[in-house]
């Protein structure tokens, strides 16, 4: 009796644990909300005409997004992009500053195309959108740029509980982007192809959480 009371509390937890463990991962009608941030930190000397300069970098891009799902592999939604930088330079003559700041607004597509294991789940997205940028150097406006840009990266959420997940994304894998320098008039065409995103993965990654609404 004792033996079959065990087996039947086994069968109903075992039961239990896969109802649970299913509940992981979208469904159709479901609401996307995630906000990823990178933050760059870099610091360089240089030897330049018999002295050396000493340049500080410090880069923060956050991007908040909100998608829904149409099927339970495939949603759609918007994203904004808001990102923030400066630059340092210490010369023998003084200190070169440059303050960098940017914006992006934009739609997204994105599919989940593979599972590993329950909590896993891997992904590949496309974003279009507008973006605008701005630089100072030493107060004194040298760059504002605005134009179109586009992307196909991949990533992965890991589902820590049933409606909330760590987002790990990486860079765009295949990159387009076209601006205009307001000042200059200069126009810029940019192609990109990351083939080495895996091998330098926490340096082009972003980091965020997911939630499933």
Do not use: C, H, W
């Amino acid at each position: 009796m004792k033996k079959i009371v065990l087996s039947l509390a086994v069968l109903v937890m075992g039961v239990a644990a896969q109802a649970q463990e299913g509940g992981f991962g979208f469904n159709q009608g479901d609401v996307l909300l995630e906000g990823n941030i990178q933050v760059n930190s870099t610091k360089e000397s240089v030897e330049t005409n018999g002295f050396t300069a000493t340049q500080k970098q410090n880069n923060t891009n956050f991007s908040p997004k909100a998608g829904y799902f149409i099927n339970d592999k495939f949603a759609l939604g918007v994203q904004l992009g808001v990102f923030s930088g400066k630059e340092t330079t210490e010369l023998p003559t003084g200190t070169d500053e440059v303050k960098q700041n940017g914006f992006y607004a934009g739609v997204f597509g994105r599919y989940y195309f593979l599972d590993l294991g329950q909590r896993f789940k891997t992904y590949t997205e496309l974003n279009i959108g507008m973006d605008n940028y701005k630089a100072k150097d030493n107060g004194t406006e040298v760059q504002k740029n605005s134009g179109f840009s586009t992307g196909l990266g991949l990533g992965i959420n890991y589902f820590v509980t049933p409606k909330i997940a760590v987002n790990f994304g990486l860079s765009d894998v295949l990159s387009f982007s076209t601006s205009k320098d307001k000042n200059t008039d200069v126009k810029t065409d940019e192609f990109n192809a990351n083939v080495n995103v895996f091998n330098n993965f926490f340096d082009t990654a972003t980091f965020g959480l997911t939630f499933k609404l």
